[in-house]
C-alpha cells in the first residue's frame, strides 16, 4: 500500500504546473449522499499514479468532520495483485456544487470537477482535473452504454480533451 500511495505524489507535484487549464464548469446541484458508495472507473487519460492499473474503483464514504474519505483501488499488473490509495476530499465552494478538492498525500489537493452528472440516479460522472491531462468518465456498473460513451466523449472533445488517448480500464478480474 505504501508504494500505491507513493505513487500518487508525481500527480501531486506536477497538477499545480502541467497540463493546459480547461473551462469544465461543476454540476450544481449535487447531493453528496447520493454520490457516496463505489464507482468503476471506466476511463481515464494516463498518468504515473494510475499506469498499469486495471480493475480501478473509487468508493466514496463520508467522514464526522464533514469530508469524504476517498479509497482508490486498482490491480496492478506487474506486482499481481490489489492496491489500494486512501485520500480524502472536501468541497472547493459549497457542497451543492460538484467541485471537491481532493488529496491522497498531506495538504496537497488537486481538483475533482464533475462536469456531467448523472442526476436521475447518479449511475455516471465525467470528472476533469482542471486541466487537459486529467480526465476520467466513472459509472456504477464497468461498463457504460454507446449513447454515454458517446457524450462523454463529445463533451470531453470541446473541453480540449485528447480523447484519442483514452484507457478504457479493463473490469475483467475480481477480487
Known amino acids: 500500500m505504501k508504494n500505491f500511495v507513493l505513487s500518487f505524489l508525481p500527480m501531486l507535484a506536477l497538477t499545480a504546473c502541467a497540463g493546459n487549464p480547461v473551462a469544465a464548469v461543476p454540476v450544481s446541484g449535487f447531493e453528496t449522499d447520493r ?21 480501478v474503483t473509487a468508493n466514496y464514504t463520508k467522514r464526522d468532520d464533514g469530508k469524504i474519505t476517498v479509497l482508490n483501488r486498482g490491480y496492478n499488473e506487474k506486482k499481481g495483485k490489489f492496491e489500494d490509495a486512501v485520500g480524502k476530499a472536501k468541497y472547493a ?4 456544487t460538484g467541485h471537491l478538492k481532493v488529496s491522497f498525500f498531506g495538504p496537497f489537493y ?15 460522472a465525467y470528472i476533469s ?3 487537459d491531462n486529467y480526465l476520467w468518465l466513472l459509472s456504477r456498473t464497468p461498463n ?8 462523454f466523449l463529445k463533451q470531453s472533445k470541446a473541453l480540449g ?11 475483467s478480474r475480481s477480487d
Open 161 to 171: 480533451y485528447n480523447t484519442d488517448s483514452l484507457i478504457w480500464v479493463d473490469h
Open 129 to 131: 482535473g482542471g486541466k
Open 35 to 55: 454520490y457516496l458508495g463505489t464507482w468503476y472507473e471506466v476511463a481515464r487519460l494516463d498518468h504515473s499514479f494510475e499506469r498499469g492499473l486495471s480493475n
Open 110 to 124: 488537486g481538483n475533482y470537477i464533475i462536469f456531467d452528472l448523472d442526476k436521475t440516479d447518479y449511475s455516471t
Open 93 to 96: 465552494s459549497d457542497p451543492t
Open 144 to 151: 457504460v452504454s454507446d449513447a454515454t460513451r458517446a457524450d
